[in-house]
């Protein structure tokens, strides 16, 4: 069992910046993978960025550039988040995924950016 949990996101105007960190209770190194979904209010969540063990990243076309996701230690994952849109506005989860062991979930922190 991996316990995930979020830093707190906030509010923040458009254009601005925030850095939303993970805590994992267990090495991510030993996870296939660690990821960052969000979830706006009546839409379907959606992979917003991960990375794997190696540091190989990957984005979702909307925040390419603008988002950025790194591991800062085996513990703790990051997603820095620049020039925030409106349409950033979400609930932002943690993931770790496992092919042996399955997914595991954060609570979720909520990022709100004022246009």
């Known amino acids: 069992q991996v316990q995930l949990v979020e830093s707190r996101g906030g509010l923040v105007q458009a254009g601005g910046s925030l850095t939303l960190s993970c805590a994992a209770s267990?090495?991510?190194?030993?996870?296939?993978?660690m990821n960052w979904y969000r979830q706006a209010p009546g839409k379907q969540r959606e992979l917003v960025a991960s990375i794997t063990p190696s540091g190989s990243t990957d984005y979702a076309d909307s925040v390419k550039g603008r988002f950025t996701v790194s591991r800062d230690n085996a513990k703790m994952v990051s997603l820095q988040m620049n020039s925030l849109k409106s349409e950033d506005t979400a609930v932002y989860f943690c993931?770790?995924?496992?092919?042996?062991?399955?997914?595991?979930w954060g609570q979720g922190t909520q990022v709100t950016v004022s246009s």
């Open positions: 267990e090495s991510t190194l030993i996870m296939t993978a």
């Open positions: 993931n770790a995924y496992s092919s042996r062991w399955g997914s595991y």
